[in-house]
């Protein structure tokens, strides 16, 4: 009887072996994604901060996840830099999603809005289909950073920002 005790601790102690073989190879498989990366940034998305998970694939281009109003959003982008000799450099996944932080949009009662980083500014009055583009300026913590929107020929917007401005800085209007 004592040897059916220890065969029957034994046959536990390999069960719970292969128990913790099994999750621990589950939770590799998850963390590397089945060959990318997953990673977590911090990120402006409609002028709010959130937490982004971060997916690398294998061909340079980020697959970005995160929620917001109770919804999951996913977007995927890459890219390059280039040096002044032409020698380029893949960018990482903060620069790529910084893309993210900066855009115009529409609702859908027509108000058009500027978000960059924590900034959410209405521009309707600065930018509708009779004036087709507009110069602004936003300024924070002691910078200001210049804004060309345009209206392009989709119903979308072209968007070009910079730390100075395109010509004379009395062409722009301060907002926010």
Not at 41 to 51: D, F, L, M, S, T
Not at 71 to 79: D, K, N, P, R
Request: aromatic share 8%; charged share 20%.
């Amino acid at each position: 009887m004592q040897k059916n005790k220890r065969n029957s601790r034994r046959k536990q102690v390999i069960v719970a072996c292969a128990c913790v073989a099994i999750v621990a190879g589950s939770m590799t498989a998850y963390a590397t994604d089945l060959g990318g990366i997953q990673t977590r940034i911090h990120g402006w998305i409609h002028g709010e901060q959130r937490v982004v998970d971060v997916t690398g694939e294998t061909d340079g281009t980020y697959t970005f996840t995160w929620t917001e109003d109770g919804t999951v959003q996913e977007a995927s982008g890459g890219g390059v830099s280039m040096d002044a000799s032409g020698e380029q450099t893949a960018l990482s996944a903060d620069e790529v999603f910084e893309n993210y932080s900066t855009s115009v949009e529409t609702d859908e009662d027509g108000t058009i809005w500027l978000y960059y980083e924590s900034h959410k500014v209405d521009i309707t009055e600065y930018l509708s289909e009779s004036s087709k583009s507009c110069k602004l300026a936003i300024k924070d913590n002691g910078t200001t950073t210049y804004f060309n929107i345009k209206l392009n020929g989709s119903g979308g917007y072209s968007l070009s920002s910079s730390d100075s401005p395109e010509g004379s800085s009395d062409a722009y209007t301060i907002v926010d």
